[in-house]
């Protein structure tokens, strides 16, 4: 029986960004608690936080890999991530919030979501300018923060594979889609994205073959934020739960900042992202919220970007907290 409604919040700081093709990423979560003290916000007071081990030494060396860069990194950190996540699911029962620095690790946590609950059905809803679609076969840059999805979905895209990849880094990319002993971790009719708008031709054979629908700025502005949500509450009705991903470069980075590893014009504005997370989570099947990519060394207006992110982790906790 958990006493304080606090405690119903489990922060977990995840400052891996093996996966991102800038650096600087594993700063994002510091950037976040600096907003927090400048504003003289207690929140990391109230909410009690694990910090998860990285391997982000290995970034001192040139990637032995080129097609999936630090992959096997990355894997130990998918197995440090989802062993935690997976732990709070399963044992305390605990919110499980997840500040991130670069967006492969999100796999790491659907992964532990999904290792806990291995019969229930995940919807995912990726709040991000881009698909993260990409596999080691048809990726132009080697990050993997441009392939949690596809990892989680089981894909390959051998249909559109551009790259010839050597047997290790296949092996490694399997151990990424198998981990956590369930394989596809998540079925492309309960993914749906919010605010896509930079994608490659490889992905966009995946979402026309998929089926995968995005809600795009457009719609945002022209229905509004309540129906935006219902409507993405409706379309993952049959799901038993619901993680949502919180890319800050779902964001209109002329509008709020640059501070994020890629960031893309036209997006949301701070309102319709904080009115869409804060609306998912009032849902109950609502079980995990990632927030993840800011950068402060890649901020062109101070530190923008991790105070806008604040504002809406501070906003999105409180409803989760109260529902
Ligand atoms: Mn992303």
């Given at each position: 029986?958990?006493?304080?409604?606090?405690?119903?919040?489990?922060?977990?700081?995840?400052?891996?960004?093996?996966?991102?093709?800038?650096?600087?990423?594993?700063?994002?979560?510091?950037?976040?608690?600096?907003?927090?003290?400048?504003?003289?916000?207690?929140?990391?007071?109230?909410?009690?936080?694990?910090?998860?081990?990285?391997?982000?030494?290995?970034?001192?060396?040139?990637?032995?890999?080129?097609?999936?860069?630090?992959?096997?990194?990355i894997i130990?950190v998918y197995n440090?991530v989802s062993?935690?996540?997976?732990?709070?699911?399963?044992?305390?029962?605990?919110?499980?919030?997840?500040?991130?620095?670069?967006?492969?690790?999100?796999?790491a946590?659907?992964t532990?979501?999904?290792?806990?609950?291995?019969?229930?059905?995940?919807?995912?809803?990726?709040?991000?300018?881009?698909?993260?679609?990409?596999?080691?076969?048809?990726?132009?840059?080697?990050?993997?923060?441009?392939?949690?999805?596809?990892?989680?979905?089981?894909?390959?895209?051998?249909?559109?594979?551009?790259?010839?990849?050597?047997?290790?880094?296949?092996?490694?990319?399997?151990?990424l889609?198998?981990m956590?002993?369930?394989?596809?971790?998540?079925?492309?009719?309960?993914?749906?994205?919010?605010?896509?708008?930079?994608?490659?031709?490889?992905?966009?054979?995946?979402?026309?073959?998929?089926?995968?629908?995005?809600?795009?700025?457009?719609?945002?502005?022209?229905?509004?934020?309540?129906?935006?949500?219902?409507?993405?509450?409706?379309?993952?009705?049959?799901?038993?739960?619901?993680?949502?991903?919180?890319?800050?470069?779902?964001?209109?980075?002329?509008?709020?900042?640059?501070?994020?590893?890629?960031?893309?014009?036209?997006?949301?504005?701070?309102?319709?992202?904080?009115?869409?997370?804060?609306?998912?989570?009032?849902?109950?099947?609502?079980?995990?919220?990632?927030?993840?990519?800011?950068?402060?060394?890649?901020?062109?207006?101070?530190?923008?970007?991790?105070?806008?992110?604040?504002?809406?982790?501070?906003?999105?906790?409180?409803?989760?907290?109260?529902?």
């Amino acid at each position: 029986m958990i006493q304080n409604p606090y405690d119903k919040i489990r922060l977990f700081e995840v400052t891996s960004e093996l996966g991102a093709g800038t650096r600087g990423a594993s700063l994002g979560v510091s950037a976040i608690k600096v907003a927090a003290l400048n504003t003289g916000n207690k929140y990391f007071t109230k909410y009690k936080s694990t910090k998860v081990p990285n391997e982000n030494e290995l970034l001192f060396e040139d990637s032995p890999t080129k097609d999936a860069k630090y992959i096997d990194g990355i894997i130990r950190v998918y197995n440090y991530v989802s062993h935690f996540v997976s732990e709070e699911v399963t044992y305390n029962r605990r919110f499980p919030i997840v500040l991130a620095c670069d967006h492969s690790t999100a796999g790491a946590t659907i992964t532990g979501i999904k290792h806990s609950n291995p019969n229930k059905r995940l919807g995912v809803v990726w709040i991000d300018a881009h698909a993260d679609l990409h596999t080691p076969y048809t990726t132009p840059s080697g990050n993997v923060h441009g392939m949690p999805l596809a990892a989680c979905l089981g894909i390959d895209n051998l249909e559109r594979k551009r790259n010839d990849i050597p047997a290790n880094v296949a092996d490694s990319w399997n151990k990424l889609k198998e981990m956590g002993g369930v394989s596809p971790k998540i079925l492309a009719e309960d993914l749906v994205f919010v605010a896509l708008r930079d994608t490659e031709p490889e992905e966009d054979f995946l979402l026309e073959k998929r089926n995968i629908p995005n809600f795009d700025v457009a719609q945002v502005r022209r229905d509004g934020t309540a129906k935006v949500v219902a409507s993405i509450l409706k379309y993952l009705d049959h799901c038993d739960m619901i993680y949502v991903s919180f890319d800050v470069d779902s964001m209109d980075c002329d509008l709020i900042s640059k501070g994020t590893g890629t960031p893309v014009p036209n997006g949301l504005n701070e309102q319709q992202a904080s009115e869409i997370v804060c609306g998912l989570m009032a849902n109950k099947k609502t079980c995990c919220l990632e927030i993840t990519e800011v950068n402060p060394t890649l901020d062109n207006k101070g530190n923008v970007m991790a105070e806008t992110a604040f504002r809406i982790l501070d906003k999105a906790t409180e409803v989760v907290v109260k529902r």
